[in-house]
């Protein structure tokens, strides 16, 4: 091995003097691998199948054009969401809308935009989707999210169904779904099209989502056998594991594609269900891997029990750690072969005890001006930075064919005023 870390053929110390520090570099063709991996491998014979990408996981344009380029669809949770995919020159027929409180001015965009599907949330939102369309020409499709009340084995704060999420309408509130599904049924413009569940992130066990599928199995056995609904569309979600560490076994993609496939089909078969398309949304195991942030080294202390190794950026660029005590693997990026003998805690520069983004790691010994690779921050990393304590936020650089590409510039500190001009 070389003693520099290389991205896609390119080392990271030029990727560093070019661009520098902290940045977020992916390889752009293991994302592309990987969007080609679940089009391959989510497949079935009976059921029409079709994945979106959850964009919420890394929303630039660069990534909707990928999306766009291996023909896959969109799941966006905001108007700003919605904007960056329309700007990428997404169809905004391949858009699903999510979330738990779309303003009325997010739904007014969505069906001026001609987005495909709204996932309707809960009845309220129901109601105002109901009333907007009374008003104007037109046609959306609507799924509507409920909540089967499974508990899958992940972080309390990305667990999203059990019994009082705030997504979603519970399985068990019959009546209040046949009710709305009427109100669809009534309204012209609207074409229910059935329904979404999504329990959580970072999920491990199929025994999760054959779970998930058998109750949303019998729940749609039971409308449409009791009520004539039919549903033709099953969109899963998304919530499928990564590895950040040696001790993360995700389920492979074949597998893991196949279990969802197989227990849809299975559903359909037990209950004459009417289904025919089933959906799945992956976000962070399609980018999460693919990206690495680079950092420089600055100083480094020695307290009575730990090693800190302080880097030039933090929570600020990646608040996984802090809030989901979440654990990364990290290297010493130009000093790969050096013999791993220090214990090292690897905190950030935000003003914040909290702010460690690998609480213990055996590293070389190092230098101000080392590099430092955090692996698999490709999701939820730029997607959820902040502007704390005025850091401005990374660049990010695509790499592909040994060429990085910067597809977002680092902000200045001019743009952290951006917006200030304002009644001084
Ligand atoms: C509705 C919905 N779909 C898809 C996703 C994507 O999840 P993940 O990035 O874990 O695949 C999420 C996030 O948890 C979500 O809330
Ligand atoms: N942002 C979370 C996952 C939530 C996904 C969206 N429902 C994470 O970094 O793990």
């Known amino acids: 091995m070389e003693d520099v870390l290389r991205i896609g053929g390119v080392g990271v110390d030029v990727l560093a003097a070019t661009y520098g520090t902290p940045l977020y570099i992916y390889d752009q063709h293991a994302i592309e691998e990987r969007m080609e991996d679940y089009r391959r491998y989510f497949h079935s014979d009976v059921l029409h199948c079709e994945v979106l990408y959850a964009s919420k996981a890394f929303c630039i344009q660069e990534m909707m054009r990928l999306a ?204 004459g269900l009417a289904l025919e398309r089933i959906l799945i949304e992956p976000g962070r195991s399609i980018v999460a891997q693919a990206g690495l942030t680079l950092y420089t080294v600055g100083f480094q202390k020695q307290t009575a029990h730990r090693h800190y190794l302080f880097v030039d950026g933090g929570m600020s660029d990646n608040i996984r750690p802090a809030l989901y005590q979440a654990a990364y693997a990290c290297d010493v990026a130009n000093r790969m072969n050096d013999p791993k003998t220090v214990r090292t805690c690897v905190a950030g520069k935000c003003c914040e005890s909290g702010d460690v983004l690998i609480e213990e790691v055996m590293l070389p010994p190092c230098q101000a001006g080392d590099l430092l690779a955090v692996y698999t921050t490709g999701a939820y990393g730029f997607s959820m930075a902040s502007h704390y304590n005025r850091l401005p936020r990374p660049a990010v650089v695509f790499i592909k064919d040994g060429q990085a590409r910067c597809v977002v510039r680092r902000e200045s500190y001019a743009d952290l005023l951006r917006g200030e001009d304002v009644e001084t």
Do not use: W
């Not at 799941?75 to 699903?96: C, F, H, M, N, Q």
């Not at 109750?215 to 549903?231: C, M, N, P, V």
């Open 68 to 271: 766009k380029r291996h023909d896959l669809s969109l799941d966006v949770v905001s108007g700003g969401e919605l904007y960056t995919a329309l700007a990428a020159g997404v169809d905004p027929k391949r858009i699903y809308f999510h979330g738990n409180n779309k303003s009325p001015r997010e739904i007014e965009e969505a069906l001026q935009a001609g987005v495909g599907t709204l996932i309707v949330d809960n009845v309220m939102e129901g109601e105002c989707l109901c009333a907007q369309m009374s008003q104007r020409t037109g046609e959306v499709h609507v799924l509507l999210r409920v909540n089967p009340g499974v508990t899958a084995h992940t972080h309390e704060y990305i667990v999203t169904a059990h019994d009082d999420s705030k997504f979603g309408i519970s399985i068990h509130e019959q009546e209040a779904i046949v009710r709305l599904i009427e109100r669809f049924s009534q309204t012209a413009g609207i074409v229910f099209d059935g329904f979404h569940a999504h329990i959580g992130s970072q999920i491990f066990e199929r025994e999760a989502f054959e779970t998930e599928i058998a109750i949303l199995g019998r729940f749609l056995a039971e409308l449409q056998h009791t009520y004539g609904i039919e549903a033709h569309s099953l969109d899963v979600g998304g919530g499928f594991a990564v590895r950040y560490t040696d001790a993360d076994a995700p389920i492979p993609l074949p597998q893991l594609c196949q279990t969802i496939t197989a227990a849809c089909e299975r559903q359909k078969q037990l209950h």
